[in-house]
Every structure is written in C-alpha cells, then in structure tokens.
T-cell receptor, first 113, second 113 residues
Framework: ETGVTQTPRHLVMGMTNKKSLKCEQHLGHNAMYWYKQSAKKPLELMFVYSLEERVENNSVPSRFSPECPNSSHLFLHLHTLQPEDSALYLC????????????FGSGTRLTVV | DQQVKQNSPSLSVQEGRISILNCDYTNSMFDYFLWYKKYPAEGPTFLISISSIKDKNEDGRFTVFLNKSAKHLSLHIVPSQPGDSAVYFCAASSTGTASKLTFGTGTRLQVTL
C-alpha cells in the first residue's frame, strides 16, 4: 500500500465506549498529524508528531488521546466522547515539520450516539 | 477568529467555462498558500501552492493568484471539467510553522454539462 491509510473508515460509538482510530503512512515521512473536520467548519489541527514526539497539542480535550509508537503509525484513542465530537477525523503526514503541505488519509467518519 | 476565509460555500460553473474560487486571510504572517481538492469519501489532495514572493503560479489548467496587499488569493480553473467537481480548501502557513496549516471552510464546486 502507498500513501496514508486510515482505519476504520466509519465508526459509530456510544458515549461510554472506548475506541481507537488508526493511521499508517507508507511515505517515509517523519511528521504526522490529526485534524478534525466538523460540518461547516475549517479543518482544525489537533495534534502534531515529529519523529514520534508530540510537538503540538491544540487545546484538545483529554477524552482524545494520541499515540505515535513509530514514525509510520499514529493512533487516536477515544473515550467518553460527546455527540458534538462527531466529525471526520483526518490523518496527514509530511516529510518533516518544515515541509509545506501534507498527504492526507481518507479520514474516519465518527458518529457519537 | 477565522484567519482563512472562503466566503462562498458553493459555486456552479458550466463545463468549459472558467471557475474562480476565492480565499481571504487576515494573518499578515502567512507567506505560503495552498489549495487542496477533496472528493467525497476521500482525504484532501494537494492541488497547487504559491509563495508570497510570487503573485501568480500556474500548473496546467490551474492558476493561483496572490494579492498580498488585499490579503486575497484566488484559484482559476480553465477550462472547467466535470471531474473538477469537488470541495476546494484554501490553506495558509507562515515561515517557521510550515507544518501548521490553517484551513478555510471550503468551497464546493459543481461543474455542469
């Protein structure tokens, strides 16, 4: 596989559930990102990782917990979410933090019920 | 406060005509601008970019114009094709924070036959 792969593509979870989103990149990039896209809002940067170190955390609630075990994999662990957390969650990667532009995955459409 | 604004949520253009998508920004520190294209159920894909040292960048049917004094950029697609129907996102970054892209809300382009 090439590019950035996100699983699952769709996820429905209850507010008391715990689930994880997975992102994998096969581009040899060193930086990875989580973005959130809510309806009629701009893409919001959530987390940035560079060489497995978190370098950015944009005031994201603690019910979202990222994990980057290596430069190819990024997870977003979810627990006790709210219905307003329903959104498209996009993973992206770039060569490094000085690289302009990203390669995005197809996203996970999350619905919290 | 939205730093990158795409004030037209949708645009409809006839095949063969010119499509013009607009984007305004408020942060004078932005010095690099990108356009991304997004089809349903796919992640955004990079289309074209421009540095603030230029006022125009062309790539085939796509041209981006930058007016720094007006803090405005536009994407021209000519001639428009049905396959261009998608959501177009404008994004911006500044030197030193190249990894942090600030996105607009997107414009949905529909190219009709």
């Amino acid at each position: 596989e090439t590019g950035v792969t996100q699983t699952p593509r769709h996820l429905v979870m209850g507010m008391t559930n715990k689930k994880s989103l997975k992102c994998e990149q096969h581009l040899g990039h060193n930086a990875m990102y989580w973005y959130k896209q809510s309806a009629k809002k701009p893409l919001e940067l959530m987390f940035v990782y560079s060489l497995e170190e978190r370098v950015e955390n944009n005031s994201v609630p603690s019910r979202f917990s990222p994990e980057c075990p290596n430069s190819s994999h990024l997870f977003l662990h979810l627990h006790t979410l709210q219905p307003e957390d329903s959104a498209l969650y996009l993973c992206a990667s770039s060569q490094d933090l000085q690289g302009y532009g990203y390669t995005f995955g197809s996203g996970t459409r999350l619905t919290v019920v | 406060d939205q730093q990158v604004k795409q004030n037209s949520p949708s645009l409809s253009v006839q095949e063969g005509r010119i499509s013009i998508l607009n984007c305004d920004y408020t942060n004078s520190m932005f010095d690099y601008f990108l356009w991304y294209k997004k089809y349903p159920a796919e992640g955004p894909t990079f289309l074209i970019s421009i540095s603030s040292i230029k006022d125009k960048n062309e790539d085939g049917r796509f041209t981006v114009f930058l007016n720094k004094s007006a803090k405005h950029l536009s994407l021209h697609i000519v001639p428009s094709q049905p396959g261009d129907s998608a959501v177009y996102f404008c994004a911006a970054s500044s030197t030193g924070t190249a990894s942090k892209l600030t996105f607009g809300t997107g414009t949905r382009l529909q190219v009709t036959l």
